[in-house]
């Protein structure tokens, strides 16, 4: 049920597959953004676009309702031939990919060291070990740095990036800035300083309060970790330039008429009020937002037939549902009714957002008995996202 009048609101997501290069589904975690995701891929595909979704740790059912057992670092062909009609051919494609974090700074390392042997030291350092696969906001990073590398591939018309599942679905955006700042802060310098100087680490060029301080972390984590971290940190430095120069970059397209957003949520007010956050944090960093999915709304059904009228229909259906059936079919009915009005309410939060000159796109998808499962139903989402015939 939709909060707004036709007037207000779009029903369709398809001019943003033909306007933009890139797509990025944002929101809080659980709201569907990966089915979203796929879903808006699958549509570009069947309209001869060449598409890339990107996802981050996608849920198992969605490969396999896209035809794979699983989804991996290299990008991987869904089999369209179900939907290609001799009506409409097309020569559109769908890849998907997931994210491995680990292997994307790998690459990143390998790509960028200044040297085999300065290569080699990080990727076999042990601190290198926890940074790729543990530092908070380094999938954050990565997945930007993915985004970059995939932006600049020639093969795909269209990417379709599902962001990262964080409690702030967000902080991808600001992840290169975050990353940097960490890695060049007053006390990673001071510990290049202590490094390079003779190549060995050496206190006598700490301050030494730092000095103190450092010794106690020696004591507490044996010897030659902080060697290590100084020889890390010397050797990361060799690529400060080219991360300063690709978050630059980032930021840029990020704000570019190449880039779409579009906020996927329910009306749960929680998930509503996250959207609505995540609209204003994009206008307030110069970003659009370019649309709203609304996932699992409830409709209200167009009658609602009395108890009467209920136990006539299973008779003539000789549904044998025992005496109270009519009465369990009555009270689901109510609640399905009592669902769509909250529904209804709480979504009149977005009109504001619907209203404004960034954004008049959103489309709602109804509440599904289960979860998605098979390309069907995936085809399905993606007609009522983008449907090829604009309803009247």
């Keep these: 049920m939709s909060s707004a009048g036709p007037s207000s609101v779009r029903v369709t997501l398809s001019p943003l597959l033909e306007r933009h290069r890139v797509i990025l589904c944002v929101g809080s975690g659980g709201v569907g953004k990966t089915t979203v995701t796929a879903a808006l891929g699958l549509a570009a595909a069947t309209r001869g676009k060449r598409v890339l979704c990107l996802t981050i740790d996608p849920a198992r059912r969605l490969a396999n309702s896209l035809g794979l057992d699983r989804m991996t670092h290299e990008a991987r062909e869904v089999d369209l031939g179900a939907f290609r009609r001799p009506d409409r051919p097309t020569t559109g494609s769908l890849s998907v990919m997931m994210l491995d974090t680990k292997r994307t700074f790998d690459e990143l390392v390998t790509r960028h060291a200044s040297s085999d042997r300065a290569r080699d030291r990080i990727l076999n350092n042990r601190l290198y070990q926890y940074v790729s696969t543990s530092l908070a906001g380094t999938q954050e990073y990565m997945a930007m740095e993915k985004l970059l590398a995939v932006r600049r591939d020639t ?125 204003e944090r994009l206008e307030e960093q110069g970003m659009s937002h370019d649309g709203f999915v609304v996932n699992r709304v409830h409709r209200a059904p167009r009658t609602v037939p009395t108890p009467d009228e209920i136990e006539a229909a299973l008779g003539a259906q000789d549904l044998g549902l025992g005496p109270s059936g009519p009465a369990r079919l009555s009270r689901c009915l109510s609640d399905e009714v009592e669902l769509a009005r909250l529904d209804h309410e709480h979504l009149r939060v977005l009109e504001p957002m619907l209203g404004s000159e960034h954004v008049g796109l959103r489309v709602d998808i109804p509440a599904l008995p289960g979860d998605v499962h098979d390309l069907g139903t995936l085809a399905g989402i993606a007609e009522l996202l983008c449907p090829e015939r604009r309803p009247s």
Aim: aromatic share 12%.
């Design 155 to 279: 093969d795909f018309d269209l990417i379709v990036l599902d962001t990262p599942p964080t409690s702030n679905a967000l902080d991808f955006l600001d992840a290169p800035e975050r990353m940097i700042g960490a890695l060049d802060s007053a006390a990673m310098r001071w510990l290049i300083q202590a490094f390079e100087s003779s190549g060995r680490f050496s206190l006598n060029l700490v301050a030494k309060s730092v000095a103190v301080v450092l010794r106690g972390i020696g004591k507490l984590t044996g010897g030659g970790f902080l060697e290590q971290m100084s020889e890390f940190v010397a050797d990361l430095n060799d690529l400060f330039g080219g991360f300063r120069q690709r978050a630059e970059e980032v930021s840029a397209a990020f704000r570019g008429d190449e880039f779409a957003y579009v906020i996927v949520t329910t009306p749960a007010p929680a998930a509503l009020r996250e959207a609505v956050f995540f609209a």
